[in-house]
């Protein structure tokens, strides 16, 4: 629950960054799969090992399917990130809506003491029961509209855990043979999300 702007900020940054660096390591694992799919294709061209060329196959689609749970991981966390940014603005639209309830409670209370004094004359009473009316009319919008943004903020919240929850599911730690620049996996390696 973020109701700063600095620090929702901050968090969403983290996201954007880690989602900035998938797609970086996802760029990167789909140039090696290029590269190996056309070392296989220039190994039987010259007539080599069908055997090589199909491991250099077999580690190109698996760098593929990696690059690709890359990008499906960054874009949930900039789908969190986004939800994150606009809690701030949902908390602060709420405390202003709540601050508007008291006053209108105070307006009711006023016009319903007024109600109670003696010797009242109609046209006053009339004008103390229509500010009452309206005041308490106010009040039951504005607690709807309390509601709505506090259920709009409760599921951001959730949505937004749950798509980190999902960008970082079956990931304890990227394997170093997965960072950039490292070079390709062993033969055999674990799937993505494994």
């Known amino acids: 629950m973020f109701d700063d702007p600095q620090i929702a900020q901050n968090h969403a940054n983290q996201d954007l960054a880690e989602a900035a660096d998938y797609r970086t390591d996802a760029a990167t694992l ?4 290029t590269h ?6 220039k190994i039987e061209h ?9 491991e250099l196959r077999a580690t190109a689609g698996h760098l593929q399917e990696t690059a690709t749970d890359f990008d499906r991981r960054a874009t949930l966390l900039e789908a969190a990130a986004h939800l994150t940014e606009g809690e701030p ?6 405390d202003d809506v ?14 319903d003491a007024h109600l109670h004094e003696t010797g009242l004359n109609e046209h006053d009473r ?11 009319g106010e009040i039951s ?20 855990f749950g798509e980190e929850q999902a960008a970082h599911d079956g ?15 062993p033969a055999g390696d674990a799937q993505p999300g494994d």
């Open 46 to 54: 010259m007539g080599g090992a069908n055997a090589q060329a199909s």
């Open 89 to 94: 603005k949902l908390f602060g639209e709420r």
């Open 98 to 111: 709540r601050q508007r309830v008291t006053d209108a409670e105070g307006r009711s209370a006023t016009a």
């Open 30 to 33: 789909r140039q090696d799969a």
């Open 126 to 136: 009339t004008i103390y029961t229509a500010q009452q009316g309206a005041a308490e």
């Open 171 to 185: 990931i304890s730690g990227r394997p170093e043979h997965l960072m950039p620049g490292q070079g390709h996996p």
């Open 141 to 160: 919008a504005l607690h709807k509209r309390d509601d709505d943004l506090t259920n709009e903020i409760v599921t951001r919240m959730d949505v937004a």
């Open 36 to 41: 190996d799919v056309d070392e296989a294709g």
